[in-house]
C-alpha cells in the first residue's frame, strides 16, 4: 500500500514538471482572453472535482485500514487508486493550469491532504 501511495505522490510531482505552456503569439486579445476564461473554468472545475475525489480517497482509506476484509471497501479503495493515476494525467492535460502558480499551489495543498492524513494514520 506504501508503493502505491507514494506512485501517487510521484506521479503528481512528474505531472508538475512535465507541463509546458500553450497557444500563439498570433491570437488576438479577445480570443486570449476567452481562452484564459475557459481554461480558468476548466482549472476549477479540475480542481473541485479532484478536492472531491481527494476527500473520498482518504475516507475510504480510513475505512479500508479499520477493515480490510470489507469486500466493498476494499474494491472501493483499489477503484480510487486505479483513479488516482487518471489525475494525475488530468492534470498534466491542462498545462496551462499546472504552469499558473495559484492553481499550483492550490493542487498541492489539496494534495497534501492525502500525505497529512498517512501520516497521521502512521502509513507513510
Known sequence: MKKLTYLILLLSILGFASCGSSGTDKESSIEKKEKKSDEIKNCDDF?????????????????????????IVATRYMELMQEAMEWSTKW???????????????FEEISQKIEDRLKELGVE
Open 47 to 71: 480542481l473541485a472535482h479532484y478536492e472531491e475525489w481527494v476527500d473520498e480517497y482518504i475516507e475510504v482509506l480510513d475505512d479500508y485500514l479499520k477493515n480490510p476484509g470489507d469486500a
Open 92 to 106: 498534466v492535460a491542462l498545462a496551462d493550469c499546472a504552469d499558473d502558480e495559484e492553481y499550483e499551489k492550490e
